[in-house]
């Protein structure tokens, strides 16, 4: 059968995803997944955006092996340049040049015409020829674009050395039969694209994404690009598991076939869930914590006589078990460590895990630690990675009857320093202290979430924040048993990720 490849930008297009910030550790651990998963492609990231971008991009090109590693460029010479830096590292390397090719975005967004954009495309995929083999051409807003043009463009990339075409609905405008008929035309009809592999890049705005994917397929595409959970801009990408699993389940409508290995797929998506503090929904389609639960009596008849009268997959074949593995005091600290490699966390150094067993202990005195409590303790842990402020201290007053007050003690490079704030309540009022302390200009607190981790009056509170910080926005979380702790930590947290840019 012919092979699909999958391009998984979740560490680009993904971390778009409103609100979600994610430092190096983070992107690096979600990196690994992938590469165990068995994706093709790691679009890592956009060097030329920031010296962070950069940097992890960079990183996972050195460390990261297996999968192809592509970077995004703009039509830009020194986007290219900057790619090529990052990736110098890689095993196997990529750009993805793009483009608009919309009159809406050439008019208003690039202000070029349509002959500019030909004669920028040639030159800067020559200029790309120069660093790299696989470099990857994409059309943006290309579903909104006239075909005629279209197919101009990809001929004058293929002709300057561009071997993957990919077709982006970047506002999820296409219907599947739409979708289908313009990936059909732009294979059967660019002069070239015989030596090219067509891609097809789908936004969910209509709903859309994972049935768009699949009619690209259907009529000859043979890369998708897609996010872990269907995270992205707005309504998200095309969701990877779905497409992967459709693929699998419905070998006869699709014939063709995949290299993941699907048993990981519920594994790394608890890990992007977790790390991106987007929860997926119970319903959410393969991954779902419903997904192979059944209430109806008519249902739990059939599936107790046979499973599949009422499930077309098995949850083994995600990697789903009916319990998680419940660790508790006793447990010792390579069965710490084998959970941590169990849930996707495969690049915590020793000294790291041996920090994370102590701090699991400490929990684990007082209750029985779930993954979700470990997952949590682990996130965190990895948000809070070379901190410029630490918490020390803090002492709150507060009562129906009266105002509230804070007494927050943070350390900041080594020195101590204290602050007292009033607020409307305990956490308003330690906020306030914090603020002062930092010396940051003007914050606001755009989000503030609260949840329980797990069931129960034992169980870990997980705070998250988001902070505009003159004009910028920094999310912030953490997990403690104590609420108000938790609360204040995040915010440092966030306040940390303000102080490293």
């Given at each position: 059968?012919?092979?699909?490849?999958?391009?998984?930008?979740?560490?680009?297009?993904?971390?778009?995803?409103?609100?979600?910030?994610?430092?190096?550790?983070?992107?690096?651990?979600?990196?690994?997944?992938?590469?165990?998963?068995?994706?093709?492609?790691?679009?890592?990231?956009?060097?030329?955006?920031?010296?962070?971008?950069?940097?992890?991009?960079?990183?996972?090109?050195?460390?990261?092996?297996?999968?192809?590693?592509?970077?995004?460029?703009?039509?830009?010479?020194?986007?290219?340049?900057?790619?090529?830096?990052?990736?110098?590292?890689?095993?196997?390397?990529?750009?993805?040049?793009?483009?608009?090719?919309?009159?809406?975005?050439?008019?208003?967004?690039?202000?070029?015409?349509?002959?500019?954009?030909?004669?920028?495309?040639?030159?800067?995929?020559?200029?790309?020829?120069?660093?790299?083999?696989?470099?990857?051409?994409?059309?943006?807003?290309?579903?909104?674009?006239?075909?005629?043009?279209?197919?101009?463009?990809?001929?004058?990339?293929?002709?300057?050395?561009?071997?993957?075409?990919?077709?982006p609905d970047t506002?999820?405008?296409?219907?599947?039969?739409?979708?289908?008929?313009?990936?059909?035309?732009?294979?059967?009809?660019?002069?070239?694209?015989?030596?090219?592999?067509?891609?097809?890049?789908?936004?969910?705005?209509?709903?859309?994404?994972?049935?768009?994917?699949l009619a690209a397929?259907?009529?000859?595409?043979?890369?998708?690009?897609?996010?872990?959970?269907?995270?992205?801009?707005?309504?998200?990408?095309?969701?990877?598991?779905?497409?992967?699993?459709?693929?699998?389940?419905?070998?006869?409508?699709?014939?063709?076939?995949?290299?993941?290995?699907?048993?990981?797929?519920?594994?790394?998506?608890?890990?992007?869930?977790?790390?991106?503090?987007?929860?997926?929904?119970?319903?959410?389609?393969?991954?779902?914590?419903?997904?192979?639960?059944?209430?109806?009596?008519?249902?739990?008849?059939?599936?107790?006589?046979?499973?599949?009268?009422?499930?077309?997959?098995?949850?083994?074949?995600?990697?789903?078990?009916?319990?998680?593995?419940?660790?508790?005091?006793?447990?010792?600290?390579?069965?710490?460590?084998?959970?941590?490699?169990?849930?996707?966390?495969?690049?915590?150094?020793?000294?790291?895990?041996?920090?994370?067993?102590?701090?699991?202990?400490?929990?684990?005195?007082?209750?029985?630690?779930?993954?979700?409590?470990?997952?949590?303790?682990?996130?965190?842990?990895?948000?809070?990675?070379?901190?410029?402020?630490?918490?020390?201290?803090?002492?709150?007053?507060?009562?129906?009857?009266?105002?509230?007050?804070?007494?927050?003690?943070?350390?900041?490079?080594?020195?101590?320093?204290?602050?007292?704030?009033?607020?409307?309540?305990?956490?308003?009022?330690?906020?306030?202290?914090?603020?002062?302390?930092?010396?940051?200009?003007?914050?606001?607190?755009?989000?503030?979430?609260?949840?329980?981790?797990?069931?129960?009056?034992?169980?870990?509170?997980?705070?998250?924040?988001?902070?505009?910080?003159?004009?910028?926005?920094?999310?912030g979380r953490s997990?403690?048993?104590?609420?108000?702790?938790?609360?204040?930590?995040?915010?440092?947290?966030?306040?940390?990720?303000?102080?490293?840019?």
């Amino acid at each position: 059968m012919q092979k699909i490849l999958f391009l998984d930008t979740t560490l680009r297009d993904g971390e778009q995803t409103p609100g979600v910030h994610v430092n190096r550790s983070g992107k690096l651990e979600i990196a690994r997944a992938l590469e165990q998963l068995g994706v093709d492609i790691i679009e890592a990231g956009f060097p030329a955006a920031s010296n962070g971008d950069f940097g992890c991009v960079a990183e996972i090109a050195r460390t990261v092996k297996g999968p192809v590693i592509c970077g995004l460029s703009r039509c830009v010479e020194g986007d290219i340049e900057a790619a090529a830096e990052a990736l110098k590292s890689a095993e196997r390397k990529r750009i993805n040049l793009f483009i608009a090719s919309s009159s809406i975005h050439m008019e208003y967004k690039l202000r070029m015409t349509p002959e500019q954009v030909g004669r920028r495309v040639a030159d800067c995929v020559s200029k790309a020829r120069e660093y790299f083999d696989d470099i990857e051409f994409s059309c943006e807003d290309a579903t909104r674009s006239d075909v005629e043009f279209l197919i101009r463009l990809f001929e004058i990339a293929a002709a300057n050395g561009a071997t993957t075409l990919n077709i982006p609905d970047t506002v999820g405008y296409a219907c599947p039969s739409e979708f289908g008929a313009l990936v059909r035309t732009i294979k059967e009809g660019v002069k070239g694209a015989e030596n090219c592999v067509i891609s097809s890049h789908c936004h969910n705005d209509l709903g859309m994404g994972v049935a768009n994917a699949l009619a690209a397929i259907e009529n000859g595409a043979l890369q998708v690009e897609c996010t872990i959970n269907g995270v992205g801009e707005r309504a998200g990408n095309a969701a990877l598991e779905e497409i992967a699993m459709a693929i699998k389940t419905r070998a006869d409508c699709y014939g063709v076939d995949i290299n993941l290995d699907t048993t990981q797929l519920y594994r790394v998506s608890r890990l992007v869930s977790s790390l991106y503090g987007v929860q997926n929904p119970p319903n959410k389609p393969i991954v779902g914590s419903n997904c192979f639960l059944h209430e109806s009596g008519i249902h739990q008849h059939g599936i107790m006589m046979n499973r599949s009268t009422y499930e077309i997959m098995t949850p083994e074949s995600v990697g789903m078990q009916a319990e998680g593995f419940v660790l508790g005091k006793l447990s010792g600290r390579h069965a710490f460590a084998q959970r941590l490699s169990e849930l996707g966390y495969l690049t915590l150094s020793e000294e790291a895990v041996t920090l994370l067993f102590a701090r699991f202990k400490d929990y684990a005195d007082k209750k029985s630690v779930t993954d979700e409590d470990i997952m949590a303790i682990v996130n965190e842990y990895l948000d809070s990675q070379s901190p410029v402020y630490a918490l020390e201290t803090f002492q709150i007053q507060s009562g129906n009857n009266t105002a509230a007050m804070a007494m927050v003690t943070l350390s900041c490079r080594g020195a101590k320093m204290s602050e007292a704030a009033i607020g409307d309540g305990p956490i308003d009022a330690a906020f306030n202290a914090i603020h002062r302390l930092s010396g940051a200009g003007d914050i606001s607190l755009e989000e503030f979430e609260i949840r329980a981790v797990t069931e129960g009056t034992d169980a870990l509170g997980e705070a998250k924040i988001r902070l505009n910080i003159d004009g910028v926005g920094f999310t912030g979380r953490s997990v403690s048993p104590d609420i108000i702790e938790a609360c204040i930590r995040a915010y440092i947290n966030a306040l940390n990720k303000w102080a490293a840019t």
